[in-house]
């Protein structure tokens, strides 16, 4: 008997956006279950933001507000170590993502088998007190520093980026689910769409943390 066909589901996120790591870990432990070609996507939600004229939920003081609570649940409830960092705002406004995002996208072009390591270090260090190592060498990060500058490098997050616009993104985590290969994907927006992706791709949810699947 042939293979069941793979569904390919692309995620499009950035590290900066909290909500994106929830779905980063869930697509990781549904990736089996739901027999998934999972392609990770690191894409610059500043340029999307603003591409898509938008603006950061936060920018509402009372959604700020809520969106703390909200986060210290949704840790718990998708078993994921995020906290608060000290200055959010700094994080995410000041620091910004877009330096982060070429160091994934210089490991994704070169090391690939440690994009997923990598892209949960990132998020480690920007939303959780805990640290984490994604195992690479320093004559690795040493590349990957180098090649942040590069032009290919920087094009390649452009690219992601305006696949994602093209797809007509606004946010992140974008979800593209490819379900019936009719080169007509579906655009699922949020952490909070498991079960409504999961009846897209004829799947069932089962849950945040499904049977047999670690924790993180
Ligand atoms: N309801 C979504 C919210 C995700 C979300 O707020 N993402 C932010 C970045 S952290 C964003 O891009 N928001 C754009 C928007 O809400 O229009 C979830 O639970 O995942």
């Known amino acids: 008997m042939a293979a069941p066909i793979k569904k390919t589901v692309e995620l499009f996120y950035d590290?900066?956006?909290?909500?994106?790591?929830?779905?980063?870990?869930?697509?990781?432990?549904?990736?089996?279950?739901?027999?998934?070609?999972?392609k990770?996507?690191?894409?610059?939600?500043?340029?999307?933001?603003?591409?898509?004229?938008n603006t950061p939920p936060a920018m509402v003081p009372n959604r700020g507000q809520y969106m703390?609570?909200?986060?210290?649940?949704?840790?718990?409830?998708f078993n994921v170590p995020l906290n608060e960092p000290k200055d959010p705002a700094e994080m995410m406004f000041?620091?910004?993502?877009?330096?982060?995002?070429?160091?994934?996208?210089?490991?994704?072009?070169?090391?690939?088998?440690?994009?997923?390591?990598?892209?949960?270090?990132?998020?480690?260090?920007?939303?959780?007190?805990?640290?984490l190592k994604a195992g690479l060498t320093e004559e690795q990060i040493a590349t990957f520093l180098q090649d942040m500058s590069d032009s290919r490098v920087k094009d390649r997050l452009k690219q992601y980026t305006e696949e994602a616009l093209?797809?007509?993104?606004?946010?992140?985590?974008?979800?593209?689910?490819?379900?019936?290969?009719?080169?007509?994907?579906?655009?699922?927006?949020?952490s909070d769409r498991f079960p409504v992706l999961a009846q897209l791709l004829g799947k069932e949810w089962l849950g945040p943390t499904p049977p047999g699947e670690s924790k993180l």
């Open 94 to 131: 000041v620091k910004g993502s877009l330096k982060t995002q070429r160091f994934i996208t210089a490991v994704d072009m070169k090391l690939p088998s440690k994009t997923r390591d990598v892209t949960r270090e990132m998020w480690h260090r920007n939303w959780s007190r805990a640290g």
């Open 68 to 77: 703390r609570k909200d986060l210290q649940r949704l840790a718990k409830y």
């Open 166 to 190: 093209g797809y007509k993104a606004f946010g992140s985590p974008t979800i593209m689910a490819h379900v019936d290969g009719n080169g007509k994907p579906e655009l699922v927006f949020g």
């Open 15 to 38: 590290v900066v956006s909290p909500y994106s790591w929830f779905a980063f870990e869930v697509l990781c432990r549904y990736e089996n279950i739901w027999n998934l070609d999972l």
């Open 40 to 53: 990770m996507k690191p894409f610059f939600l500043g340029g999307i933001m603003k591409a898509a004229g």
